[in-house]
């Protein structure tokens, strides 16, 4: 092989290298973090609803996001099939901030206590989370 033919090569390899991890590899999420991850439409929204909208703002958008959507790098969804109800009851949204949840379907890591919520509180979020989700077509 002469030198030329050796140096195109060379650039090609090192092309399809650099393609491929672009591509391919482990730091090119599809949304940026602390990004929406769902598109969520709102509902005329209950006036039990719009108080648990109130609980949740203040206590979980910040790794949820804004009406539940998830942020990249911070926290799932909760508008998503992963939470509909024959897959996490009630008694999940309940549970989780009183006692955290270890990461297991995610890898956003563990999900720490939320302190200052009460369970009356939660029962409000539930019933925002599942309004949320019929809304959106997550019965
Ligand atoms: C510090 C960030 C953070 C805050 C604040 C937070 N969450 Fe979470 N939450 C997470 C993460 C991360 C997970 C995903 C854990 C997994 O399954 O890997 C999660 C999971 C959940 C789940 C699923 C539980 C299960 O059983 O799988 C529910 C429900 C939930 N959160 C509700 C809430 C509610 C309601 C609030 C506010 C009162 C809240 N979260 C506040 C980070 C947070």
């Known amino acids: 092989m002469n030198n030329r033919k050796t140096g195109i090569l060379a650039v090609v390899l090192i092309a399809a290298l650099v393609i491929g991890i672009r591509v391919f590899g482990p730091n090119t999420p599809s949304v940026p973090d602390g990004q929406p991850m769902a598109e969520v439409t709102v509902p005329e929204l209950t ?7 109130a609980v949740f703002t ?10 539940a959507t998830g942020l990249s790098g911070l926290a799932p ?17 309940i549970l989780a ?41 997550v019965e």
């Open 77 to 93: 969804p909760l508008v998503s099939p992963i939470y509909r109800p024959a897959h996490h009851a009630d008694i999940a949204f």
């Open 97 to 137: 901030p009183l006692m955290g949840v270890r990461a297991h379907h995610w890898t956003f890591g563990s999900m720490p206590p939320v302190p200052g919520v009460s369970e009356a509180d939660l029962k409000k979020v539930t019933v925002y989370i599942r309004e949320l989700q019929r809304a959106n077509g």
């Open 47 to 53: 006036g039990v609803a719009l108080e648990g909208q």
């Open 58 to 67: 203040a206590n979980c958008s910040a790794c949820h996001g804004v009406n």
